[in-house]
């Protein structure tokens, strides 16, 4: 980040993990009492300990609302910003950039969107409007591709963070050194297409960040999907050959989760075969995957795929890019704190 330009950095008051593993906002008391009934008193750390899945689905909720406005508020300072320089109004500078080089829909396009669309009036009589229409959205992606390369010009950087856990990495199978700064925990379903959708970017990361991230994942398949719990017992009997993390990913491009494909996965593998149907025809791995689901119920999880990276609490299929910066957002934080450490030893 060149320090000649201008940063813009916002924070949100920090979250603190007490001893129970229980997210608190900084500005609370663990020990404060937040009820009394018949005498017992009901500190904040008991009352966070115990409710912790739904304060933490709730704080996720409140931070998604707090990053959209966030995101709002740089969107017009980088623009004021760079108004400010070429001395004109924001509304000057997004039609010099913006308005002025956006394409105007040609006769040839607009009766192309007129066929497919589903209308009895003549096309004559909507031309227009589909030519607002399409106008519309082309001006919305100039305008935000506009204000994102502002926001790189100015090394915006987003510092608030979501709801954190502390999330154990347990037995789970890790992928990349487990000492690594960056640790990322995933609940995820073999059948959930998020899940699928998101798994090439994971893999993607760890190539981007070699030996700086540790994947940990925990089976979390969802009662609406009858065959992922098989199949995460499918992707353990295969650890047990030594083989997880590479039938885990073929259970991700495949997309067939039946007895068939998952005997075809484990030949795919040349894994022992009969060692193979005999661990998962036994139920044996069954407690372990009810053991993350329990776990993952547990911290608030009910969706897939949920993320914990470094504690930080994310939902869904997020894009690269979002996950490219969080990774190093860790990582700047992580070498901040190795270099408080190295000057406090001093």
Known sequence: MSLSKPLIAFTTCALIIGASGVCAWASEDPSEVVAEIGGKKITRAEFEQKESAKLLSARYKYYQSERQALDDMI????????????????????????RRVVAVPT?????????????????EAVKD?????????????????????LREQDSAQILLAPPRM????????????????????EFADYQCPYCQKINPDLKRLDQDFPGKIAFV??????????????????????????????????????????????????????????R?????????????VEKDVAEGTALGITQTPGFFVNGHFFLGALPYATLRDLIQQQLAAADKAAGANTRASR
């Open 107 to 123: 006769d040839e396009q607009l009766r192309v969107f007129y066929e497919g669309m589903k209308t009895d009036q003549p096309y």
């Open 166 to 185: 502390n999330v154990q990495v347990g037995d789970a199978p890790v992928r990349g050194p487990r000492n690594a700064p960056v640790t990322v925990i």
């Open 75 to 98: 969107d017009d300072e980088v623009l004021k910003q760079q108004a400010d320089r070429e001395h004109v109004s924001v509304d000057q500078l997004l039609e010099n950039h913006v």
């Open 276 to 288: 193979f149907d005999s661990c998962l025809a036994s139920g044996k791995e069954a407690a372990g």
């Open 217 to 274: 994942f925990k089976d979390f398949p969802l009662p609406i999907h009858n065959h992922a719990a098989k199949a995460a017992e499918a992707s353990r009997c295969a650890r047990d050959q030594g083989k997880y993390w590479e039938y885990h990913d073929l259970l991700f491009e495949n997309k067939e989760l039946d007895k068939e494909q998952l005997d075809q996965n484990a030949r795919e593998l040349k894994l022992d075969q009969a």
């Open 129 to 149: 409007q589909i030519r607002e229409s399409l106008l519309h959205v082309r001006t919305d992606r100039a305008e935000t591709a506009y204000i994102k390369s």
